[in-house]
Nanobody, 124 residues
Framework: QVQLVESGGGLVQAGGSLRLSCAASGRTFSNYGMSWFRQAPGKEREFVADITRSGDSTDYTDSVKGRFTISRDNAKNTVYLQMNRLKPEDTAVYYC?????????????????WGQGTQVTVSS
């Protein structure tokens, strides 16, 4: 069992920055590929970014490329999402997810564990 707890969300003006954190406990964090997803009001949850177990490879959805950076610190059992140049359309609940087999990507069914989410609101 892995417990994931997101933090760092909040209200920010367009053009601003936020750094989300996802703290993991319960199993060996470095065994899991990690991702961030988000769900905007009235929309389906969507993939944002992922990072492999070792952190040597990352991937992003097109809408956040060049603005968001995913990273991880396996010594701290934490994955981060640095979000810069935020836009109102980035407003959503952001979730982290853990994939035991490092498959990653946008298909939610590959993920074994999910956090409860943290709200990000970007005002115009």
């Amino acid at each position: 069992q892995v417990q994931l707890v997101e933090s760092g969300g909040g209200l920010v003006q367009a053009g601003g920055s936020l750094r989300l954190s996802c703290a993991a406990s319960g199993r060996t964090f470095s065994n899991y590929g990690m991702s961030w997803f988000r769900q905007a009001p009235g929309k389906e949850r969507e993939f944002v970014a992922d990072i492999t177990r070792s952190g040597d490879s990352t991937d992003y959805t097109d809408s956040v490329k060049g603005r968001f950076t995913i990273s991880r610190d396996n010594a701290k059992n934490t994955v981060y999402l640095q979000m810069n140049r935020l836009k109102p359309e980035d407003t959503a609940v952001y979730y982290c997810a853990a994939d035991r087999w490092n498959r990653l990507g946008p298909k939610e069914e590959v993920y074994n564990y999910w956090g409860q989410g943290t709200q990000v609101t970007v005002s115009s």
